[in-house]
């Protein structure tokens, strides 16, 4: 397993509740991102981070909200979520946005929205 | 917009035999990487592979190989000798080389599925 962990690994939730999604990652980087991965579509590109400020917000409703409190942690704030924002949520991690930065994964938290 | 094309939504291969996954692209940009990424079922995502565009070599590690035709802009993953771990969904990406904060694009994925 990589050094990128994410808590919770599933999640139900209703359209009215507010959950956060963690993300951690042990290997020393500087850039981190939350990626959405849904059946049958490419992984997209949600928020990108690197030394705690945010540098991409791929048009991202504002039901998303995100958090870096520090270059080892990520949140993903969910609130008055939609059924069609059920999907698998991967976090990633680089040591910096340069092209030759390989991102690591975390295993994801699957995401299910009543 | 670079676009990341992988049409084979599933493959099958007999265990020890070799498997090729397809993938294509598009770009207008003449510098990029090009990446094979594994998602095992309910584990985490690992590159496989990495290709640099400016380099003619394939790529090798290991049991992996691809086989990149630049001008056909086709980036192909051959698994030899395949074994029951490598049962997973595979991804190829692209990265255009630009210096900096530069996204992965990439394609809906392959499911492999290895017969012992």
């Known amino acids: 397993e990589t050094g990128v962990t994410q808590t919770p690994r599933h999640l139900v939730m209703g359209m009215t509740n507010k959950k956060s999604l963690k993300c951690e990652q042990h290997?020393?980087?500087?850039?981190m991102y939350w990626y959405k991965q849904s059946a049958k579509k490419p992984l997209e590109l949600m928020f990108v981070y690197n030394f705690k400020e945010q540098t991409e917000n791929n048009s991202v409703p504002s039901r998303f909200s995100p958090e870096c409190p520090n270059s080892s942690h990520l949140f993903l704030h969910l609130h008055t979520l939609q059924p069609e924002d059920s999907a698998l949520y991967l976090c990633a991690s680089s040591a910096g946005l340069a092209d030759s930065d390989t991102q690591y994964f975390g295993p994801g938290t699957r995401l299910t929205v009543l | 917009a670079q676009t990341v094309t992988q049409s084979q939504p599933e493959m099958s291969v007999q265990e020890a035999e070799t498997v090729t996954l397809s993938c294509t692209y598009d770009t207008s940009e003449s510098d990029y990487y090009l990446f094979w990424y594994k998602q095992p079922p309910s584990r985490q995502m690992i590159l496989v592979i990495r290709?640099?565009?400016?380099?003619?070599q394939n790529a090798t590690e290991n049991r992996f190989s691809v086989n990149f035709q630049k001008a056909a802009k086709s980036f192909s993953l051959k698994i030899s000798d395949s074994q029951l771990g490598d049962a997973a969904m595979y991804f190829c990406a692209y990265r255009k080389m630009t210096g900096a904060n530069s996204k992965l694009t990439f394609g809906k994925g392959i499911t492999l599925s290895v017969r012992p």
């Open positions: 290997l020393g980087h500087n850039a």
């Open positions: 290709q640099e565009a400016y380099k003619q």
